[in-house]
Nanobody, 117 residues
């Protein structure tokens, strides 16, 4: 049963924008935080941005000022707005949620973002 479905990846030129979306199944409840991670070829998966139940947000230094994480509770969807994209942003982007009380994690299948001219 697929519980997190990502969309919005694709090919974009440097300086362009994309918006990723991750819809979370309502079978997953008591979510503590929603996050976007990415994994570039030959590199480890890294955290890009997190939004907590409280509304607090954290960003990796490499994306601060360019990426914005948000969520729509009515749609059970978390977004990652990516602006001023750079070739080094090329990666597979994954959505992850962590549930209370033990922060058990659920991952999406990933969506590929390629930034190239």
């Amino acid at each position: 049963q697929v519980q997190l479905v990502e969309s919005g990846g694709g090919l974009v030129q440097p300086g362009g924008s994309l918006r990723l979306a991750c819809t979370v199944s309502r079978t997953i409840f008591s979510i503590n935080n929603w996050g976007w991670w990415r994994q570039a070829p030959g590199k480890q998966r890294e955290l890009v941005a997190t939004i907590f139940q409280t509304g607090n947000r954290n960003y990796a230094d490499s994306v601060k000022g360019r990426f914005t994480i948000s969520r729509d509770n009515a749609k059970n969807t978390v977004y990652l707005q990516m602006n001023s994209l750079k070739p080094e942003d090329t990666a597979v982007y994954y959505c992850k949620v962590e549930r209370e009380p033990d922060l058990s994690a659920y991952w999406g299948q990933g969506t590929r973002v390629t930034v190239s001219s």
